[in-house]
């Protein structure tokens, strides 16, 4: 099922083992090489330390949270070698300027949707200047249309043009 972002975030992360939440999650832990969230940054309810939640540990997603066995999994980003490279670069979706492959800027991302079962990010919305707001509105644009995504934007293949209305054909 897709989700938007800020529906991924600000829930708790809750313990079967205690019943009870261990922490709040924050923000997600994104891939740029993929666009999958390879876990989530969430602050610990108990000593209020910035851990890192796993994508593998979560058992389940409910309306109220992130289910997982117990606060054990809960990580120091320092702890998690194999994301180490990852968790440096600080990497968002969001705000990222999207262009096409002949540096057409087409907008900025404004959201994205996420396929909760594989937590690869799936479609992109991006937010268009004003004057191509009243013209075409937001785009949505799907992750097999990014041809490559770099520290400073996206860049995805070339947009269709709009044909122009038919013009009237003449009497007869």
Do not use: W
Not at 10 to 30: M, Q, Y
Not at 90 to 107: L, M, R, Y
Not at 127 to 133: T, Y
Request: proline content about 5%; charged content about 20%; glycine content about 6%.
């Amino acid at each position: 099922m897709l989700q938007l972002s800020a529906s991924l975030l600000n829930k708790a992360v809750l313990s079967l083992r205690t019943g009870t939440p261990v922490a709040v999650i924050e923000g997600p832990v994104i891939n740029p090489n993929n666009l999958k969230i390879e876990g989530f940054y969430c602050q610990d309810s108990y000593n209020k330390k910035r851990l890192v939640l796993l994508y593998q540990d979560i058992r389940d997603i409910l309306p109220d949270g992130y289910v997982v066995n117990d606060h054990d999994v809960l990580a120091e980003p320092g702890e998690l070698v194999r994301l180490k490279e990852i968790l440096n670069m600080k990497f968002e979706v969001i705000g990222k300027t999207v262009v096409t492959s002949d540096k057409q800027k087409v907008g900025k991302v404004a959201d994205y949707a996420t396929d909760t079962s594989t937590m690869f990010i799936q479609k992109i919305y991006v937010s268009q200047s004003i004057l191509k707001n009243f013209t075409g509105g937001s785009l949505s644009i799907d992750r097999s249309q990014i041809q490559e995504i770099t520290p400073h934007r996206i860049i995805i293949n070339e947009l269709m043009e709009k044909s122009p209305a038919a013009a009237a054909a003449p009497a007869a």
